[in-house]
T-cell receptor, first 109, second 114 residues
Framework: GIQVEQSPPDLILQEGANSTLRCNFS?????LQWFHQNPWGQLINLFY???GTKQNGRLSATTVATERYSLLYISSSQTTDSGVYFC???????????FGTGTQLKVEL | NAGVTQTPKFQVLKTGQSMTLQCAQD?????MSWYRQDPGMGLRLIHY???????DQGEVPNGYNVSRSTTEDFPLRLLSAAPSQTSVYFC?????????????FGPGTRLLVL
């Protein structure tokens, strides 16, 4: 099956710093989503991004489907950004999602 | 809209016990799915449904049963719980069809099997 790899696996930032998270996938996909899992375990939709670039406040994402990767940019990080960031790709019928292993982000004061 | 709801939030079972995790959505979504998340890992697909009366297996279906009698509900059954099923379970829904659309996740059920 398709492989979804995320990097880095762990990241510690000082509040106010910027970061880029990467998601590589091994095969063509129908679409891609980015999620934030907060420290309480809740999964929050960030972006639904098959291609191109989208922005939402301090977050933006870019997917280059032909090169099989997506990037999530976090600018001016805040402690509330802490948690795990997952990318997940849609494959096959039923809108099934295959998740990456995530990037654990900790933002410190 | 309440979105995707799951009950219970927490559950402790003994090995061999059975239980049903409930999932409901009020968005009239055709597609619903169950995922499990083990510590330090991403979510893995257990079973999914593309409409009432239609279900199929995902990546890790063993030990779980599902049925879909209505559009709104998609329960997950553990017939004989095992410690390996200790995990956090998430239900998700999406409108279905093409182009594919965003999946919406419930708050999760934390299950401990002793």
């Amino acid at each position: 099956g398709i492989q979804v790899e995320q990097s880095p696996p762990d990241l510690i930032l000082q509040e106010g710093a910027n970061s880029t998270l990467r998601c590589n996938f091994s095969d063509s996909v129908n679409n891609l989503q980015w999620f934030h899992q907060n420290p309480w375990g809740q999964l929050i939709n960030l972006f639904y991004i098959p291609s191109g670039t989208k922005q939402n406040g301090r977050l933006s994402a870019t997917t280059v489907a032909t090169e099989r990767y997506s990037l999530l940019y976090i600018s001016s990080s805040q402690t509330t950004d802490s948690g795990v960031y997952f990318c997940a790709v849609f494959t096959g019928g039923g809108n099934k999602l295959t998740f990456g292993t995530g990037t654990q982000l900790k933002v410190e004061l | 809209n309440a979105g995707v709801t799951q009950t219970p939030k927490f559950q402790v079972l003994k090995t061999g016990q059975s239980m049903t995790l409930q999932c409901a959505q009020d968005m009239n979504h055709e597609y619903m799915s169950w995922y499990r998340q083990d510590p330090g890992m991403g979510l893995r697909l257990i079973h999914y449904s593309v409409g009432a009366g239609i279900t199929d297996q995902g990546e890790v279906p063993n030990g779980y049963n599902v049925s879909r009698s209505t559009t709104e509900d998609f329960p997950l059954r553990l017939l004989s719980a095992a410690p390996s099923q200790t995990s956090v379970y998430f239900c998700a829904s999406t409108p279905g069809g093409y182009p594919v659309e965003t999946q919406y996740f419930g708050p999760g059920t934390r299950l401990l099997v002793l």
